[in-house]
């Protein structure tokens, strides 16, 4: 199984992006019955929490993006989304993908997000 996320990029503040994770190896049932994240971090700091999506299309975000980040799936294409609008330069951080099965923990390569005052 393997996790690849794009989308990121260079915007000024107030902007919008869309990142996107695509999963290949996993088989659809167990994308489907899987929790969804994205998480980030930004130079100097911990990897954190951004947003997750539970199997029961339950979502969950940090305080600091509610509001302006939304986390999605399709099911079919087996892949995860995060529509960033509003972006501030607080934001600015590498954003990991990251699908958690009853057996396994799955991470992608990060993609870089860099918001400009």
């Known amino acids: 199984v393997q996790l690849q996320a794009s989308g990121g990029g260079s915007v000024q503040a107030g902007g919008s992006l869309k990142l996107s994770c695509a999963t290949s190896?996993?088989?659809?049932?167990v994308f489907w019955a899987s929790r969804k994240a994205w998480y980030r971090q930004a130079p100097g700091k911990q990897r954190e929490l951004v947003a997750e999506l539970s199997s029961d299309e339950n979502t969950n975000y940090q305080d600091s993006v509610k509001g302006r980040f939304t986390i999605s799936r399709d099911n079919a294409k087996k892949r995860v989304y995060l529509q960033m609008n509003s972006l501030e330069p607080e934001d600015t951080a590498v954003y990991y993908c990251n699908v958690e099965t009853d057996s396994r923990d799955y991470w992608g390569r990060g993609t870089l997000v860099t918001v400009s005052s």
């Open positions: 190896g996993m088989i659809l049932s």
